[in-house]
């Protein structure tokens, strides 16, 4: 079976190291993008449903899902219908994604912007902070666990927070003081299956101190509320909001559907 992620981190390497030659650190930062940080980890855990709304236009496995979408046209009603902060993609070639959407996110916002993508060298830190991004993606499943200590340390040094993904037990060994919050992707970034009982197993194996989120495959309001119970605070959502015309209005009824099941349930 094809191996997507190890085409991906291949395709990044070679990215990144071009990065590194055609723009420096300090040109990044010429034109850096001024912004007063947003709390990543308490927005999440100050909002009552924790939804990290996601910017995506395509994925490996879905192809194009929203191949026109403009952050002008989404940011503003993700925050108005009540996401706790933003995940916008910025990879090219698989999500069709860039960096200027993060910059352009920012200029709309207040909410917190997790930059999403897969971060293995210093320099992506670099971008996400000169870009406006108030946090970013550790995947323990891209780097090793060495790598990811220092890019976290790097990372809080430059003021941002990290979101540290992972997908099975052994991963949880990566979580270290410089992680701020933890995901459990229900996606296999091998062959981009999904299964939501990957939260669900996990859930007892994460230190009850650091907040926890879930990741992929969450469609429904019935969903989030069993994923609450075993004590997730925040869900990243993209495809489920991405695929429709409207992606705020998406978010907008997600959350409608959350407080008819609490109600329900009164």
């Known amino acids: 079976m094809k191996d997507i992620l190890r085409d991906i981190i291949a395709d990044k390497r070679i990215e990144v190291e071009k990065l590194k030659k055609d723009i420096s650190i300090d040109n990044l930062y010429n034109n850096a993008t001024e912004h007063k940080h947003a709390d990543f980890r308490l927005s999440i855990e100050n909002t009552s449903n924790g939804i990290i709304a996601e910017f995506k236009r395509r994925s490996p496995s879905k192809g194009w899902i929203h191949r026109d979408a403009k952050p002008e046209d989404v940011a503003p009603g993700y925050e108005k219908n009540g996401a706790a902060a933003m995940s916008v993609l910025t990879d090219e070639k698989y999500f069709g994604g860039t960096l200027e959407d993060v910059a352009n996110v920012r200029q709309l916002v207040k909410m917190p912007i997790l930059r999403k993508d897969f971060t293995i060298d210093e320099y992506q830190l670099h ?35 990290t ?17 701020d919050v933890v995901g459990v992707n229900n996606r296999h970034l091998g062959t981009f299956h999904i299964d939501i009982s990957t939260s669900e197993f996990l859930a007892p194996q994460l230190p009850q101190s650091i907040t926890r989120i879930s990741e992929s495959g969450i469609r429904s309001a019935s969903d989030i509320i069993r994923l609450q119970m075993l004590g997730y605070r925040g869900f990243l959502i993209g495809e489920q909001f991405m695929s429709g015309d409207n992606p705020p209005e998406n978010l907008g009824k997600l959350n409608a559907d959350i407080e008819k099941l609490i109600t329900s349930s009164l």
């Open 163 to 179: 979101l540290l993904e992972v997908h099975n037990e052994d991963e949880i060994s990566y979580l270290c003081d410089d992680i």
């Open 127 to 161: 971008q996400a902070k000169a870009f406006g991004a108030d946090a970013v993606l550790l995947i323990a499943a891209a780097i090793s666990e060495t790598e990811c200590r220092k890019l976290a340390r790097i990372a809080h040094e430059l003021g941002l927070e």
